[in-house]
């Protein structure tokens, strides 16, 4: 691999620069604030996911004391190994310089990865461990070496700890296996000491699940309820539709993985793409799911590209501008390169009733510095003594997340919230009697208290729709029991 390391280092080092410019741009997302927060409450578990997440923002905060960029490095890390990773797959199926070169330009090109290793959520990880598990299995196939299964069972086991659905990149491979050597290898005792290895290594999370009563079941029946009953039957394929040339190298992936006489010993990783993309379109999920096996297809689709222009093999320089060129100009769309100011003009955007409608991410990304600051605003306004015992509740997990971190650097109380794993970390002081309320309702606040100040009605020109019109109130004298409340809302703190 030494000869290609200049391929490698030139594709890489334009994927950081991309996020590099960018990741520094607008502000945390909401699911950045709700992942940063957990990680301050590091355990083997989370009401919404695994716990990898919480560990590696807990790094974040150790370098980089939870800067924006500092954060987001962790995820370009990521999405570069996946990049690094196609790379090497293509190397141990037998390409050589250009077929390495088409598969990491594919991840160049592929526009969601961006979004995807811009923003500090576990999706970037889990593609990570998808990515590695297949390059550990073809290392395995090249060198049926032992040691190789043992890393592909660490590494599913790091895969569940991360992301849930990387069961169903399992189970394809399980399937494939069937198609490697007749199924020999289910026949290998090391094979069950890697499912062994994996299964210690996600135990901990198991125990943690059955000690909170799985919560992940609960999140699973809402996330099924207010989000994958709308996904349409052919949705979930037409979004693959989006990326037309990486599909069209993914498919020349597949179809080589299946029936290329040079690749046939590699056709369990055909096989499990393919169940795992049908397991996937079953179970209704969401499109950006699946995109973890791509990098595997474009490695792929590269080696059977780069094999069938041997002959004219400069026109792999061609394929390589064809399936970037038209990318480009799509990034500032996934990844904020762009200033905002230059974004909305970039995407002609304009001002609506003092709003400028964005996409849901970006829009997320807004407002939440402002909010902070208006509650620390209230908060100092309030004499000392008070301050002592006052609550700071925030309605949904992204104003909650983001009174927790952002609010570090004005000092302000650690929040609560009654959503998701907030609910979880309690409501620190019933006896409190001076409340800041952020988002809640003038019903929820009035229910709760006897005496309710409207504060602000919030609103930025940026955020998101149901972070805009959003009220502060001042509230004091609770007149229900704290405790009870709290308990309650167990049932509903996915709503």
């Not at 196939?141 to 895969?159: H, P, Q, R, W």
């Amino acid at each position: 691999m030494k000869k290609y390391l200049p391929i490698l280092l030139s594709l890489a080092g334009c994927k950081f620069i991309i996020h590099a410019l960018a990741n520094s741009n607008y502000g945390f997302h909401r699911d950045e604030l709700l992942h940063l927060s957990v990680s301050e409450h590091l355990t083997w578990g989370f009401m919404e996911f695994p716990p990898f997440i919480a560990f590696v923002g807990k790094l974040a905060e150790f370098f980089f004391d939870y800067s924006l960029w500092g954060t987001r490095l962790f995820p370009t890390l990521a999405g570069i190994a996946i990049l690094v990773l196609s790379c090497m797959i293509a190397k141990e199926l037998g390409g050589k310089a250009k077929a390495i070169l088409l598969a990491g330009i594919c991840v160049l090109a592929f526009l969601p990865f961006y979004r995807n290793h811009t923003l500090f959520q576990p999706v970037a990880f889990d593609q990570l461990f998808w990515t590695l598990g297949f390059y550990f299995f073809s290392k395995f196939i090249n060198s049926e070496k032992k040691n190789y299964l043992v890393f592909l069972g660490i590494t599913l086991g790091l895969g569940l700890l991360t992301k849930y659905t990387i069961l169903v990149w399992a189970f394809g491979l399980f399937t494939g296996l069937f198609f490697y050597k007749g199924g020999a290898l289910f026949k290998d005792k090391w094979l069950y000491f890697s499912a062994f290895v994996s299964l210690f290594i996600f135990l901990p999370n198991i125990v943690w699940q059955a000690q909170h009563d799985f919560p992940l079941l609960r999140h699973l029946q809402e996330l099924n309820e207010s989000q994958l009953d709308a996904v349409e039957p052919f949705d979930f394929i037409l979004e693959q539709l989006n990326f037309p040339f990486t599909l069209i190298v993914s498919l020349f992936g597949v179809v080589a993985f299946l029936i290329d006489k040079n690749l046939k010993k590699y056709r369990a990783i055909g096989v499990a793409t393919i169940v795992t993309f049908i397991t996937m379109w079953l179970l209704s999920s969401k499109a950006y799911y699946i995109f973890a096996i791509y990098p595997v297809l474009f490695a792929g689709g590269a080696v059977k590209i780069a094999s069938l222009l041997k002959k004219r093999p400069k026109l792999i320089y061609v394929i390589c501008g064809v399936v970037l060129v038209p990318s480009i100009p799509f990034i500032p769309e996934l990844t904020p390169i762009l200033p905002i100011e230059q974004y909305v003009n970039y995407m002609d955007k304009e001002e609506d009733n003092g709003r400028v409608i964005l996409t849901g991410d970006y829009a997320d990304m807004f407002g939440w510095e402002e909010q902070v600051k208006l509650v620390d605003s209230v908060y100092r306004s309030l004499p000392e003594k008070e301050r002592s015992t006052t609550m700071v509740w925030a309605e949904n997990y992204g104003e909650a997340g983001a009174l927790k971190i952002l609010g570090k650097k004005y000092g302000l109380p650690n929040p609560i919230s009654r959503h998701g794993s907030f609910w979880s970390w309690g409501y620190q002081n019933k006896n409190a009697t001076t409340w800041i309320s952020l988002g809640n309702e003038k019903e929820s606040v009035e229910y709760v208290f006897e005496e309710v100040i409207l504060v602000k009605m919030i609103r930025h020109k940026y955020a998101i729709g149901e972070e805009v019109g959003i009220p502060l109130y001042l509230c004091r004298k609770p007149k229900i029991d704290i405790e009870q409340w709290w308990a309650d809302y167990e049932d509903h703190v996915f709503d």
